[in-house]
């Protein structure tokens, strides 16, 4: 079963880090020509996109979270990564992970003091 597992998420304050994962089972990330994105729906809001990485690693991000938001992918253990620094309240939102069609189930994060 194909299928993108999300993790990582919780309540932290503003200013705080977190670390968010994407694992894949049932094939694997390298073997797709697609990317892998992030994505982010904050309730009572669109589903937006915030950041990609191609199969050869090159990232990129949506300008509103340029310089606090990292994507990074790790072949070997089929998974990728978003950093997230500086949390702000507007972080708030489910995130979620895709590749081609398919998507995670997401990961909430709350940012709140």
């Known amino acids: 079963q194909v299928q993108l597992v999300e993790s990582g998420g919780g309540l932290v304050q503003p200013g705080g880090s977190l670390r968010l994962s994407c694992v894949a089972s049932g094939f694997m990330f390298s073997n797709y020509a697609y990317a892998v994105h992030w994505y982010r729906q904050a309730p009572g809001t669109q589903r937006e996109w915030v950041a990609g990485i191609s199969r050869g690693g090159a990232t990129n991000y949506a300008d509103s979270v340029k310089g606090r938001f990292t994507i990074a992918r790790d072949n070997a253990k089929n998974t990728v990564y978003l950093q997230i620094d500086v949390l702000k309240p507007d972080d708030t939102a489910v995130y979620y992970c895709?590749?081609?069609?398919?998507w995670g189930q997401g990961t909430q994060v709350t940012v709140s003091s």
């Open positions: 895709k590749q081609g069609e398919t």
